[in-house]
């Protein structure tokens, strides 16, 4: 599926092909509350990133998150980067040198329309701040950390690639 996106202000908009298009997966972890969040979580897709085709690219910066080592307890920084709109600040996408073939854009970037997710994942739960409320139907999956499947997986699971 072609998904297009763009920032808030349009300095940024950008085109990528995605096999698994459907936005399930909630994440209520500080950086991506922090960074993109909406509602206290944010929702990323997964696409090809030898795909996306970008216009403003000029205005995107990166940011790259700091997170506490759980081995060293030492404060390291990401090797993802975060793309946003150095403009109005709107967040686009994610990228990690670890997947490169990948690009996560944020659902909330995306102007297409995306497909309603049959259920959702609900990851990251504990980090999630009291004031953020849960809205987790019957079927959907609940993890304090992360999930026991990939983006791709689910998709496939529930026989959802396009």
């Given at each position: 599926?072609l998904?297009?996106?763009?920032c808030?202000?349009?300095?940024?908009?950008?085109?990528?092909?995605?096999h698994?298009p459907?936005?399930f997966n909630l994440?209520?972890c500080?950086?991506?509350?922090?960074?993109?969040?909406?509602?206290g979580?944010?929702?990323n897709?997964?696409?090809?990133?030898?795909?996306l085709?970008?216009?403003?690219?000029?205005?995107?910066?990166?940011?790259r998150?700091?997170q506490?080592d759980e081995?060293?307890?030492?404060i390291?920084?990401?090797l993802a980067?975060?793309k946003?709109?150095?403009t109005?600040g709107?967040?686009l996408w994610l990228?990690?040198?670890?997947?490169p073939e990948?690009?996560h854009?944020h659902?909330?970037?995306?102007?297409s329309e995306?497909?309603v997710?049959?259920?959702?994942?609900h990851?990251?739960?504990?980090?999630?701040?009291?004031?953020?409320?849960?809205?987790?139907?019957?079927?959907?999956?609940?993890?304090?950390?992360?999930p026991?499947?990939?983006?791709?997986?689910?998709?496939?699971?529930l026989?959802l690639?396009?």
């Amino acid at each position: 599926m072609l998904l297009s996106g763009s920032c808030h202000c349009q300095s940024v908009t950008f085109k990528v092909e995605s096999h698994y298009p459907y936005p399930f997966n909630l994440c209520y972890c500080s950086i991506c509350r922090k960074t993109a969040g909406a509602g206290g979580f944010a929702t990323n897709l997964s696409a090809s990133f030898d795909t996306l085709v970008i216009e403003g690219a000029d205005h995107i910066r990166s940011y790259r998150a700091r997170q506490k080592d759980e081995t060293s307890g030492e404060i390291r920084e990401s090797l993802a980067e975060r793309k946003f709109c150095g403009t109005c600040g709107s967040a686009l996408w994610l990228w990690d040198p670890r997947w490169p073939e990948l690009v996560h854009p944020h659902a909330s970037a995306i102007d297409s329309e995306l497909p309603v997710p049959p259920e959702r994942t609900h990851l990251m739960l504990g980090s999630k701040p009291a004031w953020v409320p849960t809205c987790i139907g019957t079927d959907d999956k609940t993890f304090d950390a992360y999930p026991d499947e990939s983006i791709a997986q689910w998709h496939e699971r529930l026989g959802l690639t396009r």
